[in-house]
């Protein structure tokens, strides 16, 4: 599975982001003085492949699934949110909805493992592997064919848009437990002990939140997942969104399109794919640090610098539809912005 999956992803291009830099030395301001958004730009260049990228048209993607560890009553909400919050998306009344209009991205729609059966809808992308996981707290989350299967959904969303012309991805997800999943495979990934990985998802109280830390022990006592095969902690350790998440990241980076993760969800997803693919790193820009502890771990572990300090933790993909309006602006600044010669600005004098 994995010499399959990783066929085809090929490092960023440094030399591009060589030449962006120098365009960028060459605008009318001082070196250095528009900060991340310069780093923004050439990562996006380096990532495409060429000096001369644009960006126009920009996807969030929505993966949505349940989870069986939701009867141990880790989550403040119950597991028919998934179902009722999907439909929300499909009517445009979600945060993510809302902010995708802002910065003018297409809401894309996955249920990958919901336990509700949807009615054929315009705009929801019916790919259910199986109507959600099993309990992690006694046994694995999924099979191995469920977990590629999924994945093989993300990989198919992904580079569908890829062909179609989307630029960039940013991505999102919804499935109420999916925190506990998120946390026990940040847990394994990073090293760190459960209690310093979980959060309080939802909103749980002190009671609630040390029982979640409970089942997450309790999982990891049961599954043994080994780190060092990021397949196993994954169908160990659930999700099918999570592992949807994980698939369109591959597809993309093979089809050289940027990928913007949103917060702890994907951040966990990202550590599976990049144990994978190591060189999937470089398709990967974080939009933000949830407020969700493991996710810093999470991003310190992937070596990506989030974006944002929105105390964020939403999910739905809306910290990456924030950041593709920043990745916008960085574009632009490289393709619209006049150099010195052309704006007959003197330069400054050499020292």
């Not at 999943?181 to 940040?186: F, K, M, N």
């Given at each position: 599975?994995?010499?399959r999956?990783?066929?085809?992803?090929?490092?960023p291009?440094?030399?591009?982001?060589?030449?962006?830099?120098?365009?960028?030395?060459?605008?009318?301001?001082?070196?250095?003085?528009?900060?991340?958004?310069?780093?923004?730009?050439?990562?996006?260049?380096?990532?495409?492949?060429?000096?001369?990228?644009?960006?126009?048209?920009?996807?969030?993607?929505?993966?949505a699934?349940?989870?069986?560890?939701?009867?141990?009553?880790?989550?403040?909400?119950?597991?028919?949110?998934?179902?009722?919050?999907?439909?929300?998306?499909?009517?445009?009344?979600?945060?993510?909805?809302?902010?995708?209009?802002?910065?003018?991205?297409?809401?894309?729609?996955v249920?990958?493992?919901?336990?509700?059966a949807?009615?054929?809808?315009?705009?929801?992308?019916?790919?259910?592997?199986?109507?959600?996981?099993?309990?992690?707290?006694?046994?694995?989350?999924?099979?191995?064919?469920d977990?590629?299967?999924?994945?093989?959904?993300?990989?198919?969303?992904?580079?569908?848009?890829?062909?179609?012309?989307?630029?960039?991805?940013?991505?999102?997800?919804?499935?109420?437990?999916?925190?506990?999943?998120?946390?026990?495979?940040t847990?394994?990934?990073t090293?760190?002990?459960?209690?310093?990985?979980?959060?309080?998802?939802?909103?749980?109280?002190?009671?609630?939140?040390?029982?979640?830390?409970?089942?997450?022990?309790?999982?990891?006592?049961?599954?043994q997942?080994?780190?060092?095969?990021?397949?196993?902690?994954?169908?160990?350790?659930g999700?099918?969104?999570?592992?949807?998440?994980?698939?369109?990241?591959?597809?993309?980076?093979?089809?050289?399109?940027?990928?913007?993760?949103?917060?702890?969800?994907?951040?966990?997803?990202?550590?599976?794919?990049?144990?994978?693919?190591?060189?999937?790193?470089?398709?990967?820009?974080?939009?933000?640090?949830?407020?969700?502890?493991?996710?810093?771990?999470?991003?310190?572990?992937?070596?990506?610098?989030?974006?944002?300090?929105?105390d964020?933790?939403?999910?739905?993909?809306?910290?990456?539809?924030?950041?593709?309006?920043?990745?916008?602006?960085?574009?632009?600044?490289?393709?619209?912005?006049?150099?010195?010669g052309?704006?007959?600005?003197?330069?400054?004098?050499?020292?």
């Amino acid at each position: 599975m994995t010499a399959r999956i990783t066929t085809g992803v090929v490092a960023p291009d440094p030399s591009v982001a060589d030449v962006l830099q120098g365009r960028l030395d060459r605008l009318t301001k001082p070196r250095g003085s528009l900060g991340r958004l310069e780093e923004l730009a050439r990562w996006y260049g380096a990532a495409r492949g060429t000096t001369t990228s644009v960006l126009r048209r920009k996807a969030v993607i929505v993966f949505a699934g349940d989870h069986g560890v939701t009867v141990e009553g880790v989550s403040a909400y119950p597991s028919e949110v998934t179902a009722q919050m999907v439909y929300n998306f499909l009517r445009g009344g979600a945060g993510i909805n809302v902010l995708a209009r802002h910065v003018g991205a297409e809401v894309v729609v996955v249920d990958v493992g919901i336990a509700h059966a949807f009615p054929e809808m315009e705009g929801l992308r019916r790919c259910k592997v199986r109507p959600g996981t099993a309990n992690l707290a006694v046994g694995p989350a999924m099979t191995r064919e469920d977990t590629e299967a999924a994945m093989a959904v993300g990989m198919a969303v992904a580079e569908e848009l890829a062909a179609s012309g989307v630029d960039v991805i940013g991505l999102g997800e919804m499935g109420i437990g999916n925190t506990t999943s998120s946390s026990a495979i940040t847990a394994v990934m990073t090293g760190a002990v459960p209690r310093a990985v979980t959060g309080r998802g939802t909103g749980l109280d002190d009671a609630a939140w040390a029982h979640k830390v409970s089942v997450i022990e309790r999982a990891l006592a049961v599954n043994q997942p080994d780190p060092n095969d990021p397949l196993e902690v994954l169908t160990a350790l659930g999700g099918l969104e999570i592992a949807a998440l994980v698939g369109a990241m591959l597809g993309a980076a093979r089809r050289r399109v940027p990928v913007v993760l949103d917060g702890f969800i994907s951040g966990a997803a990202a550590l599976i794919a990049v144990g994978l693919e190591p060189l999937l790193r470089g398709y990967l820009l974080a939009s933000h640090r949830s407020v969700e502890p493991g996710h810093g771990l999470a991003l310190d572990r992937l070596g990506l610098a989030p974006l944002l300090e929105f105390d964020l933790r939403l999910g739905e993909g809306t910290g990456a539809a924030l950041a593709i309006g920043l990745l916008e602006a960085a574009v632009k600044i490289v393709n619209e912005m006049a150099t010195f010669g052309e704006a007959g600005v003197s330069e400054r004098a050499p020292s």
